[in-house]
């Protein structure tokens, strides 16, 4: 890994002396945030502003601009948060502006049928898996990028939330943007006329159940929906479960989350049904149809007496794909671990992370569950943010 270590050992101590330095929430890539700008008008509607501008350092050991430059700071996105409320009704959505594109991360209406449930509609919030996130710090976790986590679609959810259970409903009719909009917050699967691909995600179904103890929770996910494929106009299949687990005790927080996945599309004739195209963030890749998965992530809270840091908080998120079929350039596993912490001061949240990977999308890897005779990569990421 060349000299890679001592550069993020160096990297991590160099923000801990700087003022500026910040942490976020534990769980997820960046949490809503409301702001505190506040209208009211005579129909008692409230307006609440919120939003983020971060900037981001990247290093690949295994680029070789990367290594010559020591690694590249971009300006990532300005986004704003925005939420509602109308008598009965609130609204919330969120929009992002990178440097290249912008999309909407989630716009939904809601409604609350009693003090402990209530009916979202629009593009909302898929329940699967650990909620929110089921990872912890900025990279989220490998099932990010299949979709499985942190995945926002249109359609219609109702939800139900008391001391010991928590229970979602979900129809989505289609992914958040045209299936050939490949500029999307989640990963969805899309079409690529270039590389022959016309599948596209719709009529979803999504069943949560979880069951909430004292400080641990548990609880079960179903998925299940169709595949439209534009040039045949049939219709396949795709399908997720997912047995999760939290649990927090003292400063120590853990999420371990095991299933399945598989997408049955109907492609044309002689064309290769083991894998589908994956695409988000203006980019596409491969990933196997059908694997198994395992998450275990562990966080902990850490004291400190350093001035600077109001908050800070250490983790390690570890993912494992596995494929269940083979075919030609099909069926290696999957292997993606973050290292990092979190820091915050007053309105800046900083993320530092190590992410490694074996043939994983976006740590040196062709996809997911492809063919990849590469060993461990690894990229050091640093993102700095001023929320409001």
């Not at 010559?68 to 948060?81: K, M, Q, V």
């Not at 499985?148 to 259970?165: F, V």
């Not at 001061?345 to 994983?360: F, K, M, Q």
Request: overall charge negative; aromatic content about 14%; charged content about 20%.
């Amino acid at each position: 890994m060349k000299n890679i270590f001592p550069l993020f050992l160096v990297v991590i101590m160099s923000l801990i002396t700087v003022d500026s330095i910040a942490t976020t929430q534990l769980a997820g890539l960046e949490k809503p945030v409301s702001g505190n700008l506040t209208v009211e008008d005579s129909l008692k509607t409230n307006l609440n502003i919120g939003g983020a501008v971060r900037v981001n350092y990247s290093y690949k050991e295994y680029d070789k601009q990367s290594e010559s430059t020591l690694g590249s700071l971009e300006f990532e996105l300005f986004r704003l948060n925005v939420t509602s409320e109308v008598g009965q009704f609130k609204l919330f959505a969120q929009y992002r502006w990178y440097s290249e594109f912008s999309m909407p991360e989630y716009a939904y209406m809601s409604f609350d049928l009693t003090d402990k449930s209530e009916i979202q509609l629009g593009l909302n919030k898929v329940p699967f898996g650990v909620l929110p996130y089921s990872s912890f710090g900025y990279w989220e976790s490998i099932l990010y990028h299949l979709g499985l986590e942190d995945d926002n679609d249109l359609g219609l959810k109702y939800s139900y939330a008391d001391e010991q259970w928590d229970i979602d409903l979900g129809f989505y009719k289609n992914s958040e943007l045209s299936s050939a909009n490949h500029a999307r917050y989640s990963f969805d699967v899309v079409t690529e006329v270039e590389k022959n691909e016309f599948n596209h995600e719709v009529n979803q179904f999504n069943v949560r159940v979880q069951k909430n103890y004292s400080n641990t929770s548990l609880g079960f996910s179903l998925q299940h929906g169709n595949l439209f494929n534009e040039q045949t106009s049939e219709t396949g299949k795709h399908s997720a479960y997912a047995a999760h687990l939290t649990s927090s005790y003292d400063n120590w927080h853990v999420q371990f989350e095991l299933g399945s996945y598989q997408y049955k599309p109907k492609n044309q004739q002689g064309q290769d049904t083991n894998k589908v195209l994956i695409g988000a963030f203006d980019n596409t890749f491969y990933v196997a149809s059908k694997a198994d998965f395992y998450l275990f992530n562990v966080s902990r809270d850490i004291e400190t007496s350093i001035n600077a840091i109001d908050k800070m908080s250490c983790y390690n998120n570890f993912g494992v794909i596995k494929p269940k079929r083979s075919s030609p350039g099909i069926g290696n596993t999957t292997l993606q671990n973050l290292l990092g912490c979190t820091l915050k001061t007053d309105a800046i949240t900083t993320y530092v992370e190590l992410i490694s990977g074996v043939n994983s999308a976006f740590v040196n890897g062709p996809g997911i569950g492809l063919i990849d005779d590469k060993s461990w990569s690894h990229r050091i990421n640093i993102n700095v943010g001023y929320y409001f």
